[in-house]
Every structure is written in structure tokens, then in C-alpha cells.
């Protein structure tokens, strides 16, 4: 804890909080769910996933295990991928007629943060939008807790099983904002591998790079002594930024990036290289969960708001759609050019996690190293070159930067500060990489 990084600051913070759910991991665990929720109590609970999953066999493996625990299910699957309030409503809708005790979701980040979001509207009441910070919504705290939830995560990029926060699109303003609470927190995480086996190459590289881009963006967010001190204990939000916590486990998600992420994506036979990738994100949700992400993250926002006539391969998805991994890591390498001056060692320690080759690299080579990095795994991954790949051109850069520049909290937890004009030069540089 002695690190330089970590040195006070005047007002600064100087406690941090770490927080995670009761996590399982392992291939078959899904059949543990019921014994779970019955070690919670429960007795009739939702289960949330999309349409796709429920007639599958894993949530068929889930509702087997409840069934066989003796406890009744309904069953929910009207969640759009890239969730909107509306989903959330009507999930709320669902579970206020179906007398539940708590609820298990199935699915990917889309299924599970709808669960979260749903959860709060049950237990608390109100309509969504009133609970995201100004200036998008009232920044109303979620006064208490939650019914129990049990997260089980399809896909390896995520990590939102571990995290307190729920990613909403609202459809109002088309844009995703982000509900923060830790009383958001599943209370039980079941991370199964075998959820991966049959998952298209594209899906695997895209979820890698969300992965990827939570454990550098955690490795190298501001200090948390850097952020203002919380007034209140319980008022401690997971944006608390960088902490020796979060640093260790952010390590280790960039190691398995570094080794497993182009086997994982190349050879969907390779089990080893797909186990270790749904391990990386729960391990990159833990650490980031625990310290928040920064500029990728804001900066997908823009993309996802302003995306026109695009499908992505792999995703039964109507057009327009961009999977949220490629939309943050298709800026990040650009952004990690910017950001590498205000914590170059940190930089330059997530490219030798990544397997960079930093042999005579110095602090000044940092972000060209990362990036470097970055762009040669995208390109090893079959990912797009820039934002030109997937239908952007200079003349959008603007309208980009002025709907990011909304994400006051993630750009606030950036080691370098950031303004829309930078943001522009950030976006104009991620226009095309090779
Ligand atoms: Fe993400």
C-alpha cells in the first residue's frame, strides 16, 4: 500500500472499499444455482434472460437445477440487447405481478443489468431515469437494498455479475448512461466456462475487448486518493478510482488477455483459452467494479449514440447495431496515446501484461507501446480498423465528442483530464489505425 501512486492528497480520499458478490466458478456450476437460491431463502423467483437463451439448454439447465431445489420460476425474456428503460419497465412490470422473492438472471450484460435496474424499480419504486446523476436524470440514491440476485454470465466480457452498476440506454436521448449503486450488487455470481463453448469467433474477440480494455482502463484510472473524499460511508461509489485492490486483480485480467485472448477468438476448440477468458472478465468486472473505467468506456457512448446502418457479424441483431466491445476498443488505442503521459509506467506495465515487446521501451513510449500492442491484437482478431470500419468519418468527429463529453463521472476518473476539444483529437485519432 506504500506505492507512490497511492500518496495523499489534499481533501483527497483516503480510505477505499471493496465489495463482490459470493462468487462460484467453474464448468457445471449452472446446476448449482438452485441449491443456491435456496441457501438465500427463496422460494419463487424470476429469471431473467433474452429471448434467444430461454429456449436453450443452458437456461434449461438453470430452471432444472431450481426445480430440483423445489423452487418455482417465471420466466422473463423481453430484453433487447443493449437494454433501454423500456426493457427495464417492463421487467419491472413482470416482476410486480409475478410475486417473487428474488431473481436469477441468465444471460449476457444486457440481461443481467436490466435484472439490476428492474430489481431497484420493484423494491423502490419510482421510473428508471429518475436514478441516473444529473444532469440525465435526479441522481435519486437507491435508499436500500435489494431482493436477492443470482447472476450467471453467457458471455466472457461483461464481468457485470461482479459489478454494481447497470448500463441502460435511454431511449429518449438514444444514449447509454450508466445507474451506479452497491446496492446494485448481485448477491451470488455463478461463472460457468461452458456458457462459452459455442460462442461465434467475433462475439469472443468483442466481449475480449471489453474485458480487456475494464482491466487497463481500472490499471490506469486516477489514484483514489486523487478523488474527493465521500461525505458519507455508505455514500462511496465503485467510480472511487485505481486502489491497491483493483490493481492486483486488473493485473491478472491483462495476463490472461495477453494469453488466451487470440486463442480464444482463432480456435473455439481450445477450451483452455475460452475457460481462461470467462475467468479474465469476471476477474476485469471484480476489478473494475471496485474502481470504475475512464475514457474507452465514455468515449463508446458517442459511437453507440450516433451508430447508422451497421451490423456486426455474429449478432442476430437488427441494424443499426456495434457490440459494446468494439466500441470501446475501437477508439482505446488512440485514447491510451493521450492518457499514457500522466501514468506512463502504468501504461507501459499493462503492454508487458498484454505481451508487448517493451524491451528498451522508456515511461516516454508508453502509450505508443500499448497502443501498438492493442491495434496488433485487433488485427490478430479480425476486429475493425477505426471508427472509418464501421461507418464514421471526420465529419462525425464533433457530434462524438459533444455526446461523450456527457460522461462526466468515467472522463472525471481518467488520469489526464480531458475536454470536448480533446476528445475531438481523440476521436479523429481512432478514425483509422492501419
Ligand atoms: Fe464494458
Known amino acids: 500500500m506504500g506505492c507512490q501512486y497511492y500518496s495523499p492528497s489534499e481533501n483527497g480520499a483516503d480510505s477505499f472499499t471493496v465489495a ?109 431515469g429518475e436514478y441516473f446523476a444529473p444532469p440525465i436524470g435526479q441522481g435519486k440514491p437507491i435508499p436500500g437494498p435489494l431482493l436477492p440476485h443470482i447472476a450467471c454470465p453467457t458471455t466472457s466480457g461483461t464481468g457485470s455479475e461482479c459489478t454494481s452498476i447497470s448500463v441502460l440506454r435511454l431511449n429518449e436521448l438514444n444514449t447509454k448512461f450508466v445507474i451506479a449503486s452497491p446496492h446494485m450488487l448481485p448477491t451470488v455470481a455463478i461463472v460457468d466456462p461452458q456458457c462459452c463453448d459455442s460462442l461465434p469467433a467475433n462475439v469472443v474477440a468483442s466481449t475480449g475487448f471489453d474485458l480487456c480494455c475494464h482491466a487497463l482502463e481500472c490499471y490506469t484510472a486516477k489514484a483514489y486518493t486523487q478523488q474527493a473524499k465521500v461525505a458519507a460511508a455508505n455514500a462511496r461509489q465503485y467510480i472511487q478510482g485505481a486502489n491497491p485492490f483493483s490493481e492486483m486483480v486488473a493485473r491478472e485480467a491483462m495476463d490472461i488477455v495477453g494469453n488466451y485472448l487470440v486463442r480464444g477468438v482463432n480456435d473455439a476448440s481450445d477450451t483452455e483459452a475460452r475457460d481462461q477468458l470467462m475467468w479474465g472478465a469476471t476477474l476485469a468486472g471484480i476489478a473494475f467494479g471496485n474502481s470504475g473505467t475512464h475514457l474507452p468506456h465514455a468515449m463508446s457512448y458517442g459511437v453507440t449514440h450516433l451508430m447508422r446502418n451497421i451490423v456486426t457479424e455474429g449478432y442476430a441483431i437488427a441494424s443499426p447495431f456495434v457490440p459494446h466491445g468494439i466500441s470501446v476498443v475501437v477508439n482505446a488505442p488512440a485514447i491510451f496515446r493521450y492518457t499514457a503521459e500522466a501514468t506512463p509506467e502504468r501504461h507501459l506495465e499493462g503492454a508487458t501484461c498484454l505481451l508487448a515487446d517493451t524491451q528498451g521501451a522508456t515511461p516516454a513510449d508508453a502509450g505508443e507501446v500499448l497502443a501498438n500492442r492493442m491495434v496488433e491484437l485487433m488485427k490478430a482478431t479480425h476486429m475493425p480498423n477505426g471508427l472509418t470500419a464501421i461507418g464514421f468519418k471526420a465529419e462525425h468527429v464533433a457530434d462524438l465528442a459533444a455526446s461523450s463529453i456527457r460522461q462526466g463521472r468515467a472522463i472525471a476518473n481518467a488520469p489526464r483530464e480531458s475536454n470536448r476539444v480533446d476528445l475531438e483529437n481523440m476521436y479523429s485519432n481512432a478514425l483509422q489505425y492501419w
Open 20 to 128: 463482490m458478490p459470493r462468487l462460484t466458478v467453474g464448468r457445471g456450476t449452472l446446476r448449482e444455482v438452485g441449491e443456491r437460491a435456496q441457501g438465500l431463502g427463496l422460494r419463487r423467483v424470476a429469471l431473467f434472460t433474452d429471448a434467444l437463451l430461454a429456449s436453450g439448454p443452458l437456461v434449461a439447465a438453470v430452471l432444472e437445477s431450481l426445480t430440483r431445489a423445489g423452487i418455482d420460476t417465471a420466466t422473463f425474456s423481453d430484453i433487447r440487447v443493449e437494454p433501454d428503460d423500456e426493457s427495464v419497465e417492463r421487467g419491472a412490470t413482470f416482476l410486480r405481478d409475478a410475486s417473487i422473492d428474488g431473481i436469477v438472471s441468465v444471460g449476457g450484460g444486457s440481461v443481467m443489468d436490466t435484472a439490476k435496474a428492474a430489481l431497484v424499480l420493484l423494491c423502490h419504486g419510482g421510473n428508471i
